[in-house]
């Protein structure tokens, strides 16, 4: 897929971590449901940094009242429960071929800063 821009929100270590293991562990036995926990949990983490990232921060900036914050709140709480349920369902029935599709794509989404 080639765009001629991305949007992109910052990574903490423990997610990028746990992203990288959640990763290795699926491609090393893509067949078993315990790889595809591994890569499910690796997604729904990734969501929730990024979720976090897109909604809480500008509330920071903008000095979002307590009623604004705890809409905003709802509303993530329930996008990363969607999320997850329809993950499980997808990820499930995937084969080994599609689950090591997807951990390509996850790890090209994943931009690392050289200092």
């Known amino acids: 897929m080639s765009h001629p ?7 903490s270590e ?3 971590n746990r992203a990288r293991d959640g990763i290795a562990h699926a491609r090393k036995s893509p067949a078993s449901k315990d790889a595809k926990q ?3 949990d690796t997604i729904n983490c990734l969501t929730e940094e990024a979720m976090n990232y897109y909604f ?3 509330m920071d ?5 307590t009623m604004t914050r705890k809409f905003v709140g709802m509303g993530v709480s329930g996008s990363l429960k969607m999320v997850n349920s329809m993950g499980k369902k ?9 689950i090591i599709e997807l951990c390509d794509f996850i790890e090209d989404l994943i931009h690392e800063r050289s200092e």
């Open 90 to 98: 997808a990820i499930s029935s995937l084969s080994e071929e599609q």
């Open 56 to 58: 809480y921060t500008p």
């Open 38 to 40: 591994h890569l499910l």
């Open 14 to 16: 423990a997610a990028l």
């Open 61 to 65: 900036i903008i000095k979002a009242g």
């Open 5 to 11: 821009a991305y949007v992109s929100s910052p990574l």
